[in-house]
């Protein structure tokens, strides 16, 4: 979109694009199923991924339109099933309920029970070349620089971004800094009541050669009190199909290894971690749960209750792992489930940037731009 800015300035703290969530997501596209109506989620959503398959169209970039089977496991599941197509058709997405015949035809290894939902605007690309590409155009345009390894330490006067780099004047900041948005919100004032608590999402993938079908996406019915959907089957635009991701309470940012990535916040971060723990049942439950998958035989049964066939041979390690960098109110002790677009003086924050928000990018920029911007 060009709203007729020049002289634009973004800064990146690593010596490439997508180091962090912005290249390590799966890169599914969402089609708007799981978003309470209401929500800049649900809002952002469907237009995001239709926007980014056009995209992708466009450049000729991988983009696998595949869709999404959502399956129960439990008859307890089904009543949130039914609750899933409710949202998906409040916010415009292209569903339908499948009884365990039409799945077969979509997904011959999907087990559920009585029936799915299945989702066709679902889609999968290759994050990394997105970003590639985005790069390429901005820079083509004559009007954007990108300064890597570049880490800003400071606001000075109201005006002046502070960076490892030097000093770098701005009418205006967008602050899109991912793990790092409520640090960088706090050098303004903004967020104040908010912290940041980073889970971590393991993938393993199918070895090449299992029997295991896998043609696009296998996801399970999640539990909508939390903002996280499970561990699932995805084929990529490359043909490998990866299970996952965990949500896995990590001790850093950067907690991609089991120790690496842990840091002087670590400490303050699993205290924030047990203040949790006591004060929401929900967050106790994903903590006393999810670390079990860290050992290969839990996380194979949680994958495995979504197919008929699966074995734990079919499943080896994968080098994939990502952080969800989880906002939360520290005044509830809630998870903070939508996006958080704050503006403040010169200054745009946006803060909890969580699944869906690769999908919604390029309409969460477009309405930025006409809210706050025109």
């Not at 393991?202 to 696009?216: E, F, I």
Request: net charge positive; with cysteine.
């Amino acid at each position: 979109m060009n709203a007729g800015f020049g002289d634009i300035v973004i800064i990146e703290k690593e010596p490439e694009l997508g180091r962090h969530a912005s290249g390590r997501n799966s890169g599914v596209l969402h089609a708007g199923i799981y978003y309470a109506p209401d929500s800049l989620k649900a809002r952002s959503c469907l237009n995001g991924n239709r926007l980014m398959r056009a995209y992708c169209l466009e450049k000729g970039l991988p983009l696998l339109e595949s869709g999404k089977v959502i399956v129960t496991r439990t008859p307890d599941e089904l009543p949130v099933l039914d609750e899933l197509y409710r949202r998906a058709i409040a916010n415009g997405a292209r569903v339908d309920i499948i009884d365990e015949k039409q799945l077969a035809a979509i997904e011959p290894n999907a087990r559920t029970v009585e029936r799915a939902l299945f989702s066709h605007y679902t889609a999968v690309v290759d994050p990394k070349a997105v970003l590639q590409s985005l790069r390429t155009d901005l820079e083509g345009s004559g009007r954007v620089r990108l300064h890597t390894d570049c880490c800003l330490t400071d606001i000075r006067g109201g005006g002046t971004a502070v960076t490892s780099r030097g000093e770098i004047g701005f009418g205006r900041f967008v602050n899109a800094a991912g793990a790092y948005c409520d640090k960088v919100a706090r050098l303004f004032g903004v967020g104040e009541k908010y912290r940041l608590i980073p889970f971590k999402g393991l993938y393993r993938q199918l070895r090449k050669g299992a029997p295991c079908t896998v043609n696009g996406n296998i996801y399970p019915v999640p539990d909508i009190r939390n903002p996280f959907l499970g561990v699932h089957f995805t084929r990529s635009v490359h043909g490998d199909v990866y299970l996952g991701p965990t949500a896995i309470p990590a001790f850093g940012r950067e907690n991609y290894g089991l120790l690496a990535g842990i840091d002087a916040e670590g400490f303050g971060i699993l205290l924030e971690d047990l203040v949790m723990f006591l004060a929401n049942p929900q967050f106790r439950s994903v903590a006393l749960s999810e670390p079990k998958k860290y050992i290969p035989s839990f996380f194979y049964r949680d994958a495995a209750r979504l197919v008929k066939e699966l074995r734990p041979a079919d499943v080896e390690p994968s080098a994939k792992v990502g952080i969800r960098p989880q906002l939360v109110d520290w005044e509830t002790k809630q998870l903070v489930m939508d996006f958080m677009v704050v503006a403040e003086g010169t200054s745009l924050h946006v803060l909890n940037p969580i699944s869906p928000a690769f999908t919604s990018s390029m309409d969460l920029a477009r309405t930025v731009v006409q809210q706050h911007f025109s």
